[in-house]
């Protein structure tokens, strides 16, 4: 196993407790049948890259070649569509050129963080959400939404956690899964494993190199899981036992 | 239905009455308080509006309606230029008007630029002293953070914005166009914004706006917003001629009504009006309007507050020549300055309120410490001015009686 391999295993702490086993029937349908899987990554600027050294750290683009290494043989594409500082609303305006024009069988949105610290409104945050899952599922394609991402000093902004509460609301009443970024950059933290710059680039010149790819590796731990039925070994400190 | 002719006229041939028309236009208007005190209020709207989440911004327009502070200033971007470069085109010719304009636009890049590395450094120092690196999500200025050199560049180039670094270029690329604008304007006001139209819907059908790093385009797409500063332009050179706008109710009720139903879908939480046919639309309204291709109800809601206001605010309305309007139009009078140092107490605000998570009472005290300045240094500036003319006036009449010994 080589060495990356290995500090890969870090991303998987805590992750019994908070799974990720995303229904995907379009995208699972599509790669059996013509063997290609395409994914749009809509969202702000954790989709973008902001903080990573280069483009080829951003989350979208490590998730690509993981799943390239994880399902050889296929036509994978991860298409970044992220811009930093959008809210739900500027994601939405752009769903039918950005997302639906692509035509993939898989949308990875990463929103709600833009709407929680600019306040926007609940009830009209739930309201954004819903068009834009509905414009999605409209057009025959699955959906992810991520949850928001764990920040030292989430108090800053009071209702932090009720944004995250409509995410999830709406992600439950419209039956989409939600990647629970939240509570694994929380285990990651607890984990001892990482440091906190590694995590979040708290001083925003550090790059966060570390916790996008680990972000790409649970995604895509998810997303194999969901598409060929296998069980990803857990354990995080995986040593052949023979 | 006597006024609506030197109207219609004005609107197809864009002629004023008569054959004093010429002498109309080179007599000077008086500078119109109305213009500067909107122009106040509305730079003390984007300053609130420009720190999401605080209170006082729940009371801000855009809670009641469709158009914001934003439409509205570009309007009397409009207004002002035909005041400002129509008159002196008029008098002075093409040439000499050209040459001011560019001299404007040479102070307004340079404004913009300072704005921009100020705001960065804010920006920077913020995020390294508080640790919280969504100071960097909030305004996007990670391109800047993550290729300084490329950003740079792009800076200078107008093709890297920043969020609220968005609209001094529209300004820019919009005052550029005027001298082209106006004599459109000047040949026919419909065929101009005939034309203004359809470039605008144009473009948005067509997907097309100006380039900018790490974003989609442009926040204020320029091929959109320009029709409203051709309607300003248009207004503008209406007040030039001292064309009246028509008297009618008919048009008065449509632009209130138009304001009620605004009004009702913004703060009822689901279909005001019971009918089912109608949710869709409704709540389309009500999540939001496209601001960067300038969503056509904005331009309707505008166009409706801009009627009225002409129609039952006259020049020397107690709204504007007040105590309140007066402290407004203090800071209409120097926009720039007030803009700039506006948008940079905004982001230094954006960061106070989060740093001291949203106490109610430090993002009123924020607030108002936010308007005391830039009323403060519209203030200086009034007087500064003042001053600096008294200046320029007594030095001729220093030099005339000054004895030639003193050369």
């Known amino acids: 196993m080589s060495l990356a391999l290995t500090t890969d295993q870090r991303c998987r702490a805590g992750a019994a407790d908070h799974p990720f086993q995303p229904g995907l029937s379009a995208a699972k349908k599509a790669l059996q049948e013509t063997g290609k899987l395409t994914i749009v990554a809509l969202g702000s600027s954790t989709t973008a890259g902001a903080g990573a050294s280069q483009p080829e750290h951003s989350y979208p683009a490590v998730l690509e070649a993981e799943l390239k290494r994880r399902l050889p043989e296929r036509e994978i594409k991860v298409v970044n569509k992220g811009i930093g500082g959008q809210s739900a609303y500027d994601m939405l305006l752009r769903i039918d050129a950005d997302v639906v024009a692509e035509k993939p069988n898989l949308v990875i949105w990463q929103t709600v963080v833009n709407d929680a610290i600019r306040d926007v409104g609940e009830e009209k945050l739930a309201k954004i959400l819903k068009k834009g899952i509905r414009k999605v599922e409209a057009a025959g394609i699955d959906m992810v939404l991520m949850d928001l991402q764990w920040l ?14 409509v995410l999830a609301k709406t992600a439950q009443e419209l039956n989409v899964s939600v990647f629970p970024r939240h509570a694994m950059m929380k285990s990651w933290a607890k984990s001892n494993k990482f440091t906190e710059e590694e995590l979040v680039g708290m001083d925003g010149l550090h790059m966060v190199d570390a916790s996008y790819r680990c972000l790409a590796v649970r ?5 194999v899981g969901a598409l060929t039925g296998e069980k990803l070994d857990l354990a995080e400190s995986p040593k052949p036992t023979n | ?16 009455g ?44 855009h809670n009641f309606g469709f158009s914001d502070a934003a439409d509205i200033f570009v309007l009397l971007a409009g207004i002002s230029a035909v005041l400002a470069y129509g008159a002196l085109i008029e008098r002075r010719g093409l040439g000499v008007g050209a040459a001011r304009i560019g001299a404007r636009l040479w102070t307004l890049y340079i404004a913009h630029i300072a704005v921009f590395l100020i705001v960065c450094g804010v920006v920077a120092r913020a995020v390294t002293g508080t640790h919280n690196p969504l100071y960097i999500e909030a305004i996007n200025i990670q391109p800047f953070f993550n290729d300084t050199p490329a950003a740079v560049v792009d800076a200078l180039t107008l093709t890297y914005q920043p ?6 270029p529209l300004y820019i690329v919009l005052l550029g166009l005027f001298p082209v604008l106006y004599h459109l304007v000047r040949f026919s006001p419909a065929l101009a914004l005939l034309i203004s139209a359809l470039v605008w819907q144009g473009a948005v059908h067509l997907g097309l706006n100006f380039p900018n790093t ?15 500063f051709t309607l300003g332009v248009v207004i503008g050179r209406a007040m030039l001629l001292r064309i009246e706008a028509p008297r009618s109710h008919l048009v008065d009720l449509l632009a209130a009504g138009f304001l009620v139903f605004a009004l009702l879908v913004k703060v009822s939480s689901g279909n005001p ?9 409704i709540e389309n309204l009500q999540i939001g309007s496209d601001k960067t291709n300038l969503a056509i109800v904005r331009v309707l809601h505008l166009g409706a507050l801009a009627w009225l206001f002409i129609r039952f605010v006259p020049a020397g309305s107690a709204l504007v020549s007040g105590v309140v309007g007066r402290n407004l139009a203090v800071m209409g009078r120097h926009s720039l300055e007030v803009f700039c140092a506006g948008i940079v107490l905004s982001i230094a605000g954006q960061i106070i309120l989060a740093e001291t998570y949203f106490a109610l009472g430090v993002q009123l005290l924020v607030c108002l410490t936010g308007i005391t300045m830039l009323l403060g240094l519209g203030m200086f500036l009034s007087w500064y001015q003042s001053v600096a003319q008294q200046g320029s006036v007594s030095k001729p009449s220093a030099a005339l009686g000054a004895s030639p010994s003193q050369s």
Do not use: C
């Not at chain 2, 009918?275 to 639309?281: F, R, S, T, V």
């Open chain 1, 152 to 165: 030292p000093r989430e108090d800053r902004y009071p209702k932090y956690d009720e944004y995250r509460e």
């Open chain 1, 219 to 223: 995604i895509a731990d998810g997303l």
């Open chain 2, 1 to 16: 239905m006597s006024q609506s002719f030197p109207f219609l006229r004005y609107l197809l041939l864009g002629k004023g």
């Open chain 2, 18 to 61: 008569g054959a004093g028309a010429a002498a109309t236009i080179l007599a000077p208007l008086g500078r119109d308080g109305r213009i500067d005190a909107v122009r106040g209020l509305a730079l003390l709207i984007i300053f609130i509006n420009h720190m999401p989440g605080n209170v006082v911004s729940g009371f801000m327009p």
């Open chain 2, 163 to 168: 969020y609220y670094l968005d609209i001094l």
């Open chain 2, 214 to 228: 790490g974003a989609a385009g442009w926040f204020f797409n320029p091929f959109a917003w320009q029709f409203l």
């Open chain 2, 273 to 281: 009006f019971g009918l089912a046919i109608l949710n869709d639309w």
